[in-house]
């Protein structure tokens, strides 16, 4: 496993958006305060820009900009700064041959699962499953969620802890963290994108699925051999779950739980991850320590 | 497509020799099928065989099917009614053992000459990898079915290599057969004749969009997101070499792109002999969230590396015609700019 470099003061960030469309003014907070911590901001052509459809421009922009960042030896860390939908499209063109060279912090979530499983599983590298630029503004700057990703950009060892939750399943486990969108995880099955998740701990979120759906979705992990060999399993927020006009019959801590019942390894629910609001900066492939009691859950980045 | 059209085409024999003289253009070469296992192909029904009308998804209630139940035998099939019709457990035709159970003795019964999945809904996969198809393998059965359905046709057609059929369920038999559309009288109908060995041949106008070119290969495919809900596991299909179909309903079009960009990574597009898009309910996109690209950019764009046939619009999907296809049955389809045809080997 590979540890991008921590950030020090000075050093530069740059802001792209390699799927959705985000209105400049909306990553302000943000790129003020990158600076107010001491970071140079380096804006991407996609954050704003003249796109006037879904997408933060089309594939060929998408894809030179975030390739620009990734080869720019002054870049240190790349903030997505929304997910939405799109590196689904360049995630095969991308040329990694510099970044793993010289290995930089890859921040977001959500569409941007893509882009970090597919390191993982090709590279081995460490990125960050963190709050983007939306999540600085209204204050969110000073709250805990993206105080968390400074602190990972640092080279704080990341740490956090949470209530238990009535179907929690106690045990410990030492693994690499690996995980993100469970819609993304699905969507990359069978792909070159797929990480494998065996002895691994695996945190999932989604946002605005259907119950049956979220069940399906789960079935597939299972049926291709990622829910088996679990060292633990972490669940965040499942946020504006719909239902079906026939009531599905079982909520998202039942359906996870029923699809996992014959394996022994701990299981969270509600932690700090997700499209909720409650987010917090996890390094993939990164090993931690996961330890789930009666009381509480904690999550902690090892030595390596 | 025109319905008149496919009506008067309907049972007329094989449309390739009216192309003999208007070559399609660009030239395409269909690629040669690799050798793939032997298929199995389940005895046609007769009259007096029997049909067993089984739940593995959804719930429907007995008085739900008795349309289809009066038409199929109205056909001179028997019907057998599986215990999970009028079984409910909320969305499910029964819980998960109740339709294991249920599809496992409709496989096992010798007596049974068909399955036909009373509807489809969501809920296969719960029971896919608790079936014993040792007896579907000595004693092949059609399936019938779409939709959710679409795991158990793509488990039997990669692990078993024996056909199904690809179609309508009970619950689209109109309640009033006299005033249904003539599109879904004829897509119902088309399952009788699937089911008796007709050999299956459709013929569609053609859409601004085709592809043209012609293909061997065997049909697969089904509903798209169930077929990427399938990716990684046993019941994947490899589809080199054959003529995929698929269709969908309720995404979006970001969902509808994400998903055949999903084909593509998986190399379920690369090696393929044909493409027939069927239909594509599309989910209308959130106000400021407009995606720019209709179905037709979405597939062009993906398609544009390879040469293979192309066709939209094909009569297969959630709407009233929507046609049974054999499911793994080698067929031939010519994309041509006046007329697309898929016909049965």
């Keep these: 496993m590979t540890l991008p470099p921590s950030l020090r003061p000075g050093d530069t960030i740059a802001i792209v958006c390699p799927a959705g469309y985000m209105p400049r003014e909306r990553a302000q907070t943000c790129i003020d305060t990158l600076q107010q911590w001491g970071y140079a901001v380096k804006i991407g052509p996609t954050l704003g820009g003249t796109s006037e459809n879904y997408f933060s421009g089309n594939d060929d922009e998408r894809l030179a900009d975030l390739q620009a960042a990734l080869d720019d030896q002054d870049v240190r860390a790349i903030l997505c700064g929304r997910g939405g939908y799109g590196l689904s499209r360049i995630i095969d063109r991308i040329d990694f041959t510099r970044f793993r060279q010289s290995t930089k912090w890859i921040i977001g979530y959500s569409d941007v699962t893509v882009l970090h499983s597919h390191i993982e599983a090709n590279f081995n590298i460490a990125t960050l499953h963190a709050p983007m630029a939306a999540a600085f503004a209204d204050d969110g700057a000073k709250g805990p969620y993206v105080q968390s990703l400074r602190q990972a950009l640092v080279g704080d060892k990341t740490a956090y802890n949470c209530p238990s939750h009535p179907f929690n399943r106690v045990g410990q486990a030492i693994a690499p963290l690996t995980g993100g969108n469970l819609a993304l995880l699905t969507h990359l099955a069978g792909s070159s994108s797929a990480v494998r998740t065996e002895g691994k701990i695996l945190f999932l979120e989604d946002v605005g699925e259907y119950l049956y759906n979220i069940d399906r979705m789960l079935r597939q992990l299972k049926r291709s051999g990622q829910l088996d060999r679990l060292a633990g399993l972490l669940l965040g927020s499942f946020s504006e779950l719909k239902d079906t006009t026939r009531p599905f019959g079982a909520t998202v801590e039942e359906i996870i739980l029923d699809c996992i019942k014959e394996y022994g390894y701990p299981v969270a629910f509600g932690f700090p991850v997700g499209h909720d609001g409650a987010n917090v900066a996890l390094k993939t492939s990164v090993l931690y320590e996961l330890k789930v009691t009666t009381g509480q859950t904690f999550l902690s980045e090892e030595d390596y | ?345």
Aim: glycine share 10%; charged share 20%.
């Design chain 2, 1 to 345: 497509m025109n319905r008149k059209n496919f009506l008067s085409l309907l049972g007329i024999g094989a449309v390739e020799s009216a192309f003999a003289t208007n070559p399609v253009h660009p030239p395409f070469t269909a690629r040669k099928e690799t050798p793939s296992p032997i298929l199995l192909i389940p005895p046609y029904l007769r009259p007096g065989d029997t049909i067993g009308i089984t739940c593995p998804a959804g719930n429907i209630t007995l008085k739900e099917i008795q349309p289809a139940i009066q038409q199929i035998e109205g056909w001179g099939f028997h019907i057998k009614i599986g215990d999970t019709v009028g079984k409910k457990d909320f969305t499910f035709g029964g819980t998960d053992a109740e339709r294991l159970t249920d599809f496992q003795q409709m496989l096992d019964d010798p007596a049974v000459n068909a399955i036909l999945c009373a509807r489809g809904g969501y809920g296969a996969v719960h029971i896919v990898d608790g079936l014993n198809f040792s007896s579907l393998l000595q004693h092949p059965k059609w399936i019938i079915g779409f939709s959710d359905i679409t795991v158990l046709l793509c488990h039997i057609h990669t692990n078993l290599h024996i056909t199904s059929i690809h179609s309508k369920m009970c619950n689209s038999f109109p309640d009033d057969w006299s005033k249904a559309e003539p599109v879904q009288v004829a897509s119902i109908l088309s399952i009788r004749q699937a089911l008796t060995g007709e050999k299956m041949q459709y013929t569609v106008p053609p859409q601004q969009y085709n592809r043209t070119g012609s293909a061997e290969g065997q049909l697969v495919g089904g509903n798209l997101k169930t077929i990427e809900s399938l990716a990684g596991t046993v019941s994947d299909i490899d589809t080199s070499g054959k003529i995929l179909f698929v269709e969908d309903t309720g995404e979006y079009l970001y969902s509808i792109d994400r998903m055949f960009w999903h084909l593509q990574r998986t190399g379920k597009l690369d090696r393929l002999a044909g493409l027939i898009i069927g239909g594509f309910k599309v989910k209308p996109d959130d106000p400021g969230d407009e995606f720019g690209r209709t179905l037709y950019d979405i597939v062009t764009d993906r398609v544009k590396p390879y040469s293979y046939p192309v066709c939209f619009n094909f009569p297969v999907g959630h709407q009233l015609e929507n046609y049974a296809l054999k499911y793994g049955v080698p067929h031939t389809l010519i994309v041509h700019p006046d007329q697309v045809s898929l016909a049965e080997k």
